[in-house]
């Protein structure tokens, strides 16, 4: 075996299993994420992609909240999954100002848990 195939081994499958909280979270993001878009006054390529990649991720959530209870396996793509980590960061930046209460901090959590899955770039094909 050369070295290059030694090199690539494959990584073991890794997986993030959404929970009907986490969709419902991630949709809230991902509403909040489109609204801040909205108000952009420049229409840019960058910004036409993002909405085209928001509405894809939107989808997905929809689908995936349908089928709860139904094995439902999903795939996010790497622009799919950096739209979900800014979602989710902005989604933390309007937590951070609600007062401190326990369900404040079990979606905090689930943004955490939520964040490392957008952010794994372990999964991504090499380019």
């Avoid at 801040?36 to 390529?45: D, F, G, H, K, N």
């Avoid at 955490?112 to 957008?118: D, I, K, N, S, W």
Wanted: proline share 3%.
């Amino acid at each position: 075996m050369s070295r290059k195939h030694r090199n690539r081994r494959r990584q073991p499958f890794r997986c993030f299993t959404f929970s009907p909280e986490t969709v419902k979270l991630l949709q809230q993001a991902m509403k909040l994420f489109a609204q801040s878009l909205s108000r952009a006054e420049e229409q840019s390529e960058k910004l036409v992609f993002a909405r085209e990649v928001i509405q894809q991720v939107n989808e997905k959530l929809d689908a995936m909240w349908t089928s709860v209870g139904v094995m439902c396996l999903t795939r996010f793509d790497y622009n799919e999954k950096i739209v979900i980590a800014a979602a989710i960061q902005l989604y933390m930046l309007e937590l951070m100002a609600v007062s401190v209460s326990p369900q404040r901090e079990k979606e905090l959590k689930r943004c955490q848990q939520l964040m490392r899955f957008a952010l794994d770039s372990e999964r991504e094909p090499e380019r």
